[in-house]
C-alpha cells in the first residue's frame, strides 16, 4: 500500500509536533528527525501502519535514541586542538603517519581510483583540467569519478578504523 497524499497531510502536524518534542533532547534538527521518519515509513513493507500516530511517535523516538548515540560518537572537525597539542615532535610525527595511512589506503584501491587520487593528493595540487589531461578523461568525468572513489576509500578507511568504546558502561 503506497503512501497517499491524503495520509501525508494527515501526519504532517502531528510528525512536526512529536519531532519538536524530541530533537532538543536529542541534539538534532527537527527537520531531519521528520525526514528520517518518513524515510522510515516509506521504506515500510506493507505501507502505513493501523495504528499511524501511534506507530509515529514510536519510530520518532527511536529516530531520536538513534541520533543521541550518533551524536555522542561523532567529533566536529571544526573544533581546534589544544594548544598544548602544538608543543613538542608529535604532530608531525602523527601527521606523517597519517599521510603513509592515508597513501597505503590509495594503492588499495580498484586501479581506477588510484591515479585519480594521487594526482587529487599531490603536492603540485593540480587543477581539474590537468587531471584530466594527465588521465586522459573528460573534466566533466572527474567529479563523479571522484565521488566513487573517494566513498570507497572512505568505505575502506571506516572498516578499518575500531568501534568507539561504549560509554558509561564499566566492565
Same mark, same amino acid.
Given at each position: ?18 519531532? #519538536? &518534542? %524530541?530533537?532538543?533532547? =536529542?541534539?538534532?534538527? *527537527?527537520?531531519?528527525?521528520?525526514? !528520517?521518519?518518513?524515510?522510515? @515509513? $516509506? ?37 581546534e586542538p589544544p ?11 602523527? #601527521? &606523517? %603517519?597519517?599521510?603513509? =595511512?592515508?597513501?597505503? *589506503?590509495?594503492?588499495?584501491?580498484? !586501479?581506477?581510483?588510484?591515479? @585519480? $587520487?594521487?594526482?587529487?593528493?599531490s603536492p603540485s ?47
Amino acid at each position: 500500500m503506497d503512501l497517499q497524499p491524503q495520509e501525508v497531510q494527515a501526519l504532517a502536524p502531528l510528525l512536526a509536533a512529536e519531532a #519538536a &518534542a %524530541e530533537a532538543m533532547g =536529542a541534539g538534532v534538527d *527537527a527537520a531531519d528527525l521528520e525526514q !528520517a521518519v518518513w524515510v522510515r @515509513l $516509506l521504506e515500510q513493507p506493507g505501507g502505513v501502519p493501523q495504528e499511524p500516530a501511534g506507530w509515529l511517535r514510536g519510530a520518532v523516538r527511536a529516530e531520536a535514541r538513534l541520533a543521541r548515540r550518533r551524536v555522542g560518537r561523532e567529533t566536529s572537525y571544526a573544533a581546534e586542538p589544544p594548544a598544548a597539542y602544538d608543543a613538542g615532535p608529535e604532530p608531525a610525527v602523527l #601527521a &606523517a %603517519e597519517r599521510r603513509r =595511512a592515508l597513501r597505503a *589506503a590509495v594503492r588499495r584501491l580498484p !586501479a581506477r581510483c588510484r591515479p @585519480l $587520487l594521487a594526482l587529487l593528493l599531490s603536492p603540485s595540487d593540480p587543477t581539474y583540467r590537468e587531471i584530466a589531461g594527465e588521465l586522459g578523461m573528460s573534466q566533466g568525468s572527474l567529479g563523479p569519478m571522484r565521488s566513487r572513489c573517494l566513498g570507497c576509500l572512505r568505505r575502506m578507511l571506516a572498516a578499518e578504523v575500531a568501534p568507539p568504546a561504549r560509554r558509561g558502561m564499566e566492565p
